[in-house]
């Protein structure tokens, strides 16, 4: 039986998508497809242990999933006649090499008619195949709260007629960046989490990466999608270095860059080299550059600043967004020295969007800490402890308030 139970959950991990997004392509309907799935899974566990796992478990999840469906439509007196037309081969047939189908679900739930917190929110439950006490948990909302984002979602689905569909191929590069924001905003998500006592969501992180996977198998050619994956692998590979024994986040210019993941380097490196092919490079790829030149550099000293400066001029060309102005602003004070910098930053105050943002007074903090002036660093980190939620981060900033 534990076997069996291990079978569910590696068909689980392997194929929820690929299940889900057949089940859909036949229903028509998210919410239906979603509860004959769920069924489909738990009457694995009977049937598996009674006669063994199937040679292609996901073929077998989808014909019971489809089958649910169908009997369900029967029911409801709906779509009698042409379901039975619709559901394909129930082994021979199914096109689970075939890409589109999990293609139709990610664009699905990334429409850009939807709100971005429910794209990420349906993206985590029908891509990932999360529970709801699980996206909940990520997400840093409460489960019900999280099951109304989800019923509202796909309610506005249904209510506005958003197709299940891939979108063509002039819809392509809008539908496209809605994806990877979604993507990118589900690591970030994890790789630093917004509040709480860990400075990280591990799960959340590789669901991130794991959709950018998905992509990059999905979209070979697109540059911006591999641009995205080299991003989160090679930011990622710093993970391990992070935290010190105790606990304590450790800054990147006094990681251990022996504990750095070579391997995540490697393959984000060859994928940078990849979305920055050909001119223009977006926005992605360029985040990647940036993100391979601290990998590369064999210690924080020997960082290539004036590289990254320029990287971040062109970045700030294609994306111009305070946040990528505050990141500038850091590289800046590497190559023409703090003051400089704190110049940029104190302009960047006076941005509403940067109100709340704690890592605006967290750099300006460091900045006047290394122009020596000890009061006003002092009120900077107060400020920014004010507004970080993060328990972790809130320490640290309270060790470089009390090192003054």
Known sequence: MADVAAAVAAAHEREWALVLAATARVTGDLDLAEDCVQDAYAQALVHWARSGVPAKPGAWLTTVATRRALEVRRRAGTLARKLPLLVPDPVETLPYDFPDERLRLVFTCCHPALAPEARLALTLRFVCGLSTVEVARALLVTETTMQARLTRAKKKIAATGIPYRAPDAAELPD???????????????????????QLTRPELAERGIQLGRMLRLLLPGEREVAGLLALMLLTDARRGARLDASGALVRLEDQDRRVWDPALIAEGQILVEQALAAPPAGRYGLMAALAALHDEAPSWAATDWPQILGLYDLLLARWPSPVVALNRAVALSFVDGPAAALAVVDEL???????????????????????????AAADAYAEALLLTTNEVEAAFLERRRELL
């Not at 990877?180 to 709480?196: E, N, P, Q, R």
């Not at 941005?351 to 007074?361: E, G």
């Open 175 to 197: 539908r496209l960046a809605s994806v990877l924001d979604v993507v990118h905003l589900a690591f970030t998500s994890g790789y630093t989490a917004a509040a709480g006592t």
């Open 349 to 375: 105050g006076s941005d509403p969007r940067l109100a709340a943002y704690p890592y605006l007074a967290a750099t300006r903090a460091e900045l006047l800490r290394q122009l020596g002036e000890t009061d």
